[in-house]
């Protein structure tokens, strides 16, 4: 049985699952799905054309799915934010539904856990068991991979995709692709410190695929004097058998190296 | 559905202009003055002597007209305005100015200041600034014309940014930003010409040639005198379009403020006003 505190303003139109709090203060648009057991705490906001699936918990002051912050695009632009499962989002959060003139619609997986006032922009697709802290802002059209770690303050340009399992210190300004598995720091220039090992140990990664990836790093980014990265991608390339992890590796640095900027995903603005 | 939520909390004192939308929740104090056609999404708090311009868009969680957090403030009843057509996104808060600073914090029209920015005591915005996400001004900060601010973006108190500046993402700055430049880095430093940012404005073909002219000349890799020696260069070069003129004063504004902030040598507060003592709302 749902439960809607009484000062909370619920649209008639908004569905909510079975077991799902709307607590005091809370404003849910029209059109709204709230799956089960959602919890909303006090003053929170859900505006039109948000989804959530089940089990996310949203803290004080969460404003999710209001219009993208684009110039020329007012509050009662059409757009969608499709939330998954399990998500917390703490306090002050903010997420922005997608732009008309890009993809239409934000993309939040399931398991993530966004810390206060962290921010997703426009279009953003957040894969799954990801960690934002404090005050990241994660701009639009950014793709964040699964088991992301993102310290705090970290911030990224338009367009930025962050490979699965990297880690970003603070403060980090990412103007450019981070590959997966790697530690990136730094402002400016934001650059690859080495593996994540800290994060490949946690989720439980073999020893074999640990040591690939640290060879396959070393080889990338402590490269001899002189040598492209391009040349060291294409000497690693042509190495047999290699672990999937290090192929997935490999086919990311490729693919942020065709675009000018390092930013795989810029070939798709309009 | 009504324009004004009965939810809202809103002194009868208050003036409201015509045609403006309410949302739940917002809070609005005695001595505030919303102009017309203003929209105030849900939760928004406006307090102490507050006034808005028409046609302000202010989202959800945002507060303007607080308290100073500066250490100077004694509750004196200071000021905020917002002029025309601004847009507040969610959790931006504005303060209201200090007694020792200009007794108000103003902002001009057409702003949009993103998700989280702040705006401290005594500062004032122009018209047509950006300010990205979680951008903090500190107070007594001056930020011209057309600006525009990435995210992140940390203003040391008593600096001036000038029009038509870039600052990149993440950058703390400490020192005035010159205008029509592209501006980053710790140690900060001027990164080019804010091309793009001109473009985007429509600034003149010739007007953009002459700024690069006198860009090459102040910051270029070949200039090896001092700022104050290459701009008596090119003011003695001949005259000056209206932007590079500009330029050179504003260049020379910081050269004569302290540590690289021209508003620094205008303070009104004296050693003994900056003494610790407790916040306003708890001191004794």
């Known amino acids: ?270 | 559905m009504p324009r004004i939520s009965p939810l809202a909390v809103i002194d009868p004192k208050a003036a409201i202009g015509r045609d403006v939308a309410i949302g739940p929740f917002c809070v609005i104090g005695p001595e505030v003055q919303i102009g017309d056609a203003c929209e105030l999404a849900n939760n928004v708090t406006l307090e102490g002597r507050t006034r808005l311009g028409e046609r302000n868009v202010l989202y959800p969680n945002v507060v303007v007209g607080a308290a100073p957090q500066d250490l100077k403030y004694n509750g004196e009843p200071t000021e905020t305005s917002l002029g025309p057509r601004n847009v507040l996104r969610e959790n931006v808060t504005v303060h209201r100015g200090t007694a020792l600073g200009r007794g108000r914090t103003d902002i001009g029209s057409g702003n949009l200041l993103m998700a989280g920015s702040h705006v401290a005591h005594d500062c004032v915005l122009g018209d047509d600034i950006l300010l990205g996400n979680g951008t903090l001004l500190a107070g007594h900060v001056v930020v011209e014309d057309g600006a525009v601010l990435s995210g992140l973006v940390g203003i040391h108190h008593f600096v001036t940014v000038g029009r038509l500046s870039y600052v990149a993402g993440l950058t703390a700055v400490r020192r005035d930003v010159p205008p029509y430049v592209k501006f980053s880095g710790d140690p900060n430093r001027v990164r080019g010409l804010n091309a793009e940012g001109l473009r985007r404005r429509g600034l003149g073909a010739d007007d953009v040639a002459a700024l690069k002219r006198a860009y090459r000349l102040l910051f270029g890799p070949n200039a090896d005198h001092a700022l104050a020696h290459r701009l008596d260069e090119l003011q003695a070069s001949g005259p000056l379009s209206e932007h590079v003129a500009y330029l050179c004063a504003f260049l020379r504004r910081s050269l004569a403020g302290r540590f690289g902030r021209y508003l620094e040598t205008h303070r009104q507060d004296g050693r003994e006003d900056r003494r610790y003592r407790r916040p306003a709302e708890v001191r004794e």
């Not at chain 1, 929170?44 to 918990?57: D, H, I, P």
């Not at chain 1, 880690?167 to 530690?183: E, I, N, R, T």
């Not at chain 1, 060879?215 to 004097?225: G, I, N, P, T």
């Open chain 1, 1 to 270: 049985m749902a439960k809607i505190a009484a000062t909370a303003v619920v649209d008639k139109t908004v569905e909510l699952g079975a077991g799902a709090l709307v607590g005091p203060g809370c404003v849910v648009e029209a059109g709204v799905v709230i799956g089960d057991d959602c919890e909303l705490v006090a003053n929170v906001m859900v505006c039109r054309g948000t989804r959530l699936g089940r089990g996310n918990r949203l803290f004080a002051g969460c404003v999710l799915g209001e219009a993208p912050q684009i110039l020329g695009t007012d509050r009662a632009a059409a757009g969608e934010l499709i939330i998954g499962e399990g998500n917390t989002f703490r306090e002050c959060v903010t997420i922005s539904r997608g732009s008309l003139l890009a993809s239409g619609r934000t993309t939040v997986g399931n398991n993530n856990y966004l810390m206060a006032y962290s921010h997703l922009g426009h279009d953003v697709v957040l894969e799954d068991q990801t960690t934002l802290a404090n005050c990241c802002q994660v701009s639009g059209h950014c793709r964040v991979e699964r088991n992301v770690w993102l310290s705090g303050y970290a911030g990224t340009h338009q367009f930025v995709t962050i490979g699965r399992f990297a880690y970003a210190a603070g403060y980090s300004a990412m103007a450019s692709d981070v590959p997966p598995f790697l530690k990136v720091s730094g402002n400016y220039p934001c650059i690859v410190r080495g593996l994540n090992r800290t994060g490949l140990l946690r989720a439980g990664f073999a020893a074999e695929s640990i040591q690939a990836l640290e060879r396959a790093y070393r080889l990338l980014y402590r490269r001899k004097d002189g040598q492209t990265l391009a040349a060291a991608a294409a000497e690693l390339a042509r190495q047999d058998g290699l672990d999937e992890n290090v192929r997935y590796l490999l086919e990311s640095v490729q693919r942020s190296m065709q675009q000018r900027q390092g930013r795989y995903q810029e070939q798709f603005r309009r």
